[in-house]
């Protein structure tokens, strides 16, 4: 089972600023490495997949990148709306894995 | 629009079944591979279970195998998850999720459901 590892836990930041989570995964999960927003209450949306493809929809103030077992995603300004919950997910191998998330807060 | 739309949550108790139904329009449900994803109170994301779109494939997590059981029909665009024996620890919120393209090996999830409660307590 690939564990996925995220850092930082939270990012205490202010709206402007760039924010840059980390997924570190156990072994080589090649490119296939998804990020996921979450608002509190609300079901996870899709923001890239395959390391650095926006899904459908997604601003560009987000990017993704990394491979194997390194990957990041960028918020380049932070909007009022990007402050939630952030999930990394691989899907190079089964069982499906998710990591335990990043939390952007309001500095 | 894609929708995803969950119903069959509840209370349970320990040793229980309950059934989701995952009803999905507006799009070809028997293109795409769907997904349950779970997330228990306060916590993060935990994939449950997979089947291809032709239902032929079927994958699970090794905390549910052998208890869950996903099926689809797609004559009616529906999902379900069979879920016995359940344990204070499958207490969660239930999604529903669609593969982000046809035909790929392993899933992205880019349309959720709203989600279904299930809480298995006595």
């Known amino acids: 089972e690939i564990v996925l590892t995220q850092s930082p836990a939270t990012l205490s930041l202010s709206p402007g600023e760039r924010a840059t989570l980390s997924c570190r995964a156990s072994q080589s999960a090649s490119s296939y490495l998804a990020w996921y927003q979450q608002q509190p209450g609300q079901a996870p949306r899709l923001l890239i997949y395959d390391a650095s493809n926006r899904a459908t929809g997604i601003p560009a103030r987000f990017s993704g990148s990394g491979s194997g077992t390194d990957f990041t995603l960028t918020i380049s300004s932070l909007e009022p709306e990007d402050f939630a919950v952030y999930y990394c997910?691989?899907?190079?191998?089964?069982?499906?894995?998710f990591g335990g998330g990043t939390n952007i807060e309001i500095k | 629009e894609v929708q995803l739309l969950e119903s069959g949550g509840g209370l349970v108790q320990p040793g229980g079944s309950l059934r989701l139904s995952c009803a999905a329009s507006?799009?070809?449900?028997?293109?795409?591979?769907m997904s349950w994803v779970r997330q228990a109170p306060g916590k993060g994301l935990d994939w449950v279970s997979t089947?291809?779109?032709?239902?032929?494939?079927?994958y699970y997590a090794d905390s549910v195998k052998g208890r869950f059981t996903i099926s689809r029909d797609n004559s009616k665009n529906t999902l379900y998850l069979q879920t016995n024996s359940l344990r204070a620890e499958d207490t969660a919120v239930y999604y529903c999720?669609?593969?982000?393209?046809?035909?790929?090996?392993?899933?992205?999830?880019?349309?959720w459901g709203q989600g279904a409660l299930v809480t298995v307590s006595s």
């Open positions: 507006g799009f070809s449900f028997s293109s795409y591979a």
């Open positions: 997910q691989q899907r190079h191998s089964w069982p499906l894995t």
């Open positions: 089947i291809k779109g032709s239902g032929d494939s079927t």
């Open positions: 999720a669609k593969d982000v393209r046809v035909g790929t090996a392993t899933p992205n999830f880019d349309s």
